[in-house]
């Protein structure tokens, strides 16, 4: 189930210094950063891959749906970290401008490791 998490942050007068090691429970494999935004991104879920997503400046809201249960989290704060698990299928959408989300993954890109279709509800 996605979570978020927080990572170790130092501030003190020279600025702040966040520091993501043996948080992750997973190695990384791939590292990517999406920005320039104009429309939603994502759309899909993962077979294989676990991802850690951190949006580093501005803000953006990822809509989970994990086995038909849907949740938002709003991604705001370079100390916050979502992360997904494998078959949780995700949307990043109304980014702000100068957003940047960085997404750290478990492995490396493979187009058969991808789920388009969205889940359905239980109900």
């Known amino acids: 189930m996605a979570q978020l998490i927080h990572i170790q942050t130092i501030t003190d007068s020279r600025g702040s210094l966040s520091v993501?090691?043996?948080?992750?429970?997973?190695?990384?494999?791939?590292?990517?950063?999406?920005?320039?935004v104009s429309s939603n991104r994502g759309g899909h879920a993962h077979h294989k891959t676990k991802l850690a997503m951190i949006c580093l400046g501005g803000s953006c809201k990822i809509l989970i749906n994990s086995y038909g249960e849907k949740s938002t989290f709003t991604l705001q704060n370079p100390n916050e970290c979502l992360l997904l698990e494998p078959h949780e299928w995700h949307l990043m959408q109304d980014f702000s401008p100068n957003a940047t989300l960085l997404v750290l993954a478990s492995e490396t890109y493979d187009p058969n490791d991808y789920i388009y279709e969205e889940p359905h509800s239980n109900d």
């Open 20 to 36: 993501i090691e043996k948080i992750l429970p997973f190695e990384i494999k791939r590292v990517f950063y999406i920005y320039n």
